[in-house]
Structure formats: C-alpha cells, structure tokens
C-alpha cells in the first residue's frame, strides 16, 4: 500500500469513528463532482472520495439544485469517457464493456 493510500485510509476510518455526518460544501463537492466523473468514475467511487454514503449523495442531488445541475453536468463527461475508449484504444474489448 503506497503512502497516498495509507493517508486516505487514515481518514476515511478517523471519519466514521467519530461518526459526524458530512455537510454539503458547494465549493469542495462540486469540483470533486466534477473531477472524478471526467476520469469516468462511478457514484460509488466519488462517496468514497467525499467520505459520504450513497443516500446522502442523492439527498444532496435532491436537496441542492447546484449539486443536481452540477451532476447532469458531469453524467456528460463520464459517457464521453467511457464511449472514447474502444476509438482510443483499438485492442480494447468492445463487447465486454457492452455485457
């Protein structure tokens, strides 16, 4: 495990001990937001990043239009990642990706 990942472990369990919950912070979370669904990263993989759970991302989605308009936004950057893969990359495994 790499110091990077050993710090970000370190976090996320000082996080759930103490057992607050996140608060929405427009100018951390929506460039996250932002950030990881470029790389074509999942909901999951950002909630992991934000150290929040999926029921709180989608109250968030619900409870701030910001962060809604913000993720409509990036669901566009995630499908163009993901539909420039097989062009990019001649030997990839087109079919596999569709199953």
Not at 81 to 94: G, L, T
């Amino acid at each position: 495990m790499s110091k990077l990942e050993k710090v970000k472990e370190c976090e996320a369990i000082k996080h759930c001990m103490v057992g607050k919950p996140t608060k929405y912070k427009k100018e951390v979370n929506i460039p996250l937001l932002i950030k990881c669904f470029m790389k074509g990263e999942s909901v999951r993989q950002y909630c992991a990043k934000a150290l929040i759970t999926e029921p709180t991302f989608y109250n968030w989605i619900k409870d701030y239009p910001e962060f809604k308009y913000c993720y409509n936004i990036a669901l566009n950057f995630a499908a163009d990642f993901w539909e420039r893969i097989p062009f990019e990359n001649p030997d990839f495994n087109y079919p596999y990706l569709q199953a």
